[in-house]
């Protein structure tokens, strides 16, 4: 069984940073492609971000390229997700996922977190 918990979420500034990191259980973390989405109120959850089995390759939606940033750790099961930059669109919760392939539909990750909120203030 995966299990996949996340971390960080908190108010932050507009303009501010904030780092949110996944803890995953289990073993063979670093064959899983590992992912961020997030799910603002009221609107469907949406893809931000995906790190490869070994860091190799990172794929980003438009509205976050540039300012945040995928990192995974596979010593310690981890993946991170560091959002500069902030923007009152940002609030959200943020989701870690987990597959074996690669894909931008929530609906194709198998393993979910329970989410970390991130608000951010205007």
């Known amino acids: 069984q995966v299990q996949l918990v996340e971390s960080g979420g908190r108010l932050v500034q507009a303009g501010g940073s904030l780092s949110v990191s996944c803890v995953v259980s289990?073993?063979?973390?670093?064959?899983?492609?590992m992912g961020w989405f997030r799910q603002a109120p009221g609107k469907e959850r949406e893809f931000v971000t995906a790190i490869s089995r070994t860091g190799g390759n990172r794929y980003y939606a438009d509205s976050v390229k540039g300012r945040f940033t995928i990192s995974r750790d596979n010593g310690k099961n981890m993946v991170f997700l560091q959002m500069n930059n902030l923007k009152s669109e940002d609030t959200a919760v943020y989701y870690c996922?987990?597959?074996?392939?690669?894909?931008?539909?929530?609906?194709?990750?198998?393993?979910w977190g329970k989410g970390t909120l991130v608000t951010v203030s205007s």
């Open positions: 996922a987990a597959d074996h392939r690669y894909s931008r539909k929530w609906e194709d990750m198998r393993y």
């Open positions: 289990g073993q063979a973390f670093s064959s899983y492609v």
